[in-house]
């Protein structure tokens, strides 16, 4: 088992910036695929940015790019998605998630989440 929890979010205004954690728990953090999915009311849950196990592979949704950063310490069992330049539509519930595949065909385990409001 790996235990996920989120922390950063919270209300900004447009342009703003807010950076968001991850710490993880349980089983080898550094085998796992991490990635941040966002969810707003009535749509979909999308896949935001992933990261790779050795940090050698990052990506971002088009929406994104540009603008949000994923990183990773593995000796610290945490993930980053640091936000920049937010947008209104960039409101959402972020999720934290771990995934033994880098198809993320399957997300293995979810964090809680956490609620960013970016206001115009």
């Known amino acids: 088992q790996v235990q996920l929890v989120e922390s950063g979010g919270g209300l900004v205004q447009t342009g703003g910036s807010l950076r968001l954690s991850c710490a993880a728990s349980?089983?080898?953090?550094?085998?796992?695929?991490m990635g941040w999915f966002r969810q707003a009311p009535g749509k979909e849950r999308e896949l935001v940015a992933a990261?790779?196990?050795?940090?050698?592979?990052?990506l971002y949704a088009d929406s994104v790019k540009g603008r949000f950063t994923i990183s990773r310490d593995n000796a610290k069992n945490t993930v980053y998605l640091q936000m920049n330049n937010l947008k209104p539509e960039d409101s959402a519930v972020y999720y934290c998630?771990?995934?033994?595949?880098?198809?993320?065909?399957?997300?293995?385990?979810w964090g809680q989440g956490t609620q960013v409001t970016v206001s115009s």
């Open positions: 349980g089983r080898t953090f550094s085998n796992y695929y």
């Open positions: 990261i790779s196990w050795l940090m050698r592979t990052t």
């Open positions: 998630a771990a995934s033994a595949r880098d198809t993320w065909s399957q997300v293995d385990y």
